[in-house]
Nanobody, 114 residues
Framework: QVQLVESGGGLVQPGGSLRLSCAASGSGFSIYIMGWYRQAPGKQREWVAS???????NYADSVKGRFTISRDNAKNILYLQMSSLEPEDTAVYYC????????WGQGTQVTVSS
């Protein structure tokens, strides 16, 4: 079982940037499609972005052009560079396989507010 630990969240003003990280323990990280998900207060968890082992990327329409997903297979780390943040991006952000297959980590809180 792979364990996931997200970090890098915080409070940022609208228009600001943050870089999230997800450290995955265990082996086999590089063979999986990895994704970022988020859950805003009172809403269901939603998919944000995903990346294959070969660096093919997909994004939800709501973040396309503003967020960039990347991965370091040597370090078993997944990243999400977030720019031009909007209040609507406020949520707890999680990483996991795509499709889902591991237990969720604790997530990292992102709050976009002036």
């Amino acid at each position: 079982q792979v364990q996931l630990v997200e970090s890098g969240g915080g409070l940022v003003q609208p228009g600001g940037s943050l870089r999230l990280s997800c450290a995955a323990s265990g082996s086999g990280f590089s063979i999986y499609i990895m994704g970022w998900y988020r859950q805003a207060p009172g809403k269901q968890r939603e998919w944000v972005a995903s990346i294959t082992g070969g660096d093919s990327k997909n994004y939800a329409d709501s973040v396309k052009g503003r967020f960039t997903i990347s991965r370091d297979n040597a370090k078993n780390i997944l990243y999400l560079q977030m720019s031009s943040l909007e209040p609507e991006d406020t949520a707890v952000y999680y990483c996991n396989r795509v499709p889902l297959g591991w237990d969720w980590g604790q997530g990292t809180q992102v709050t976009v507010s002036s």
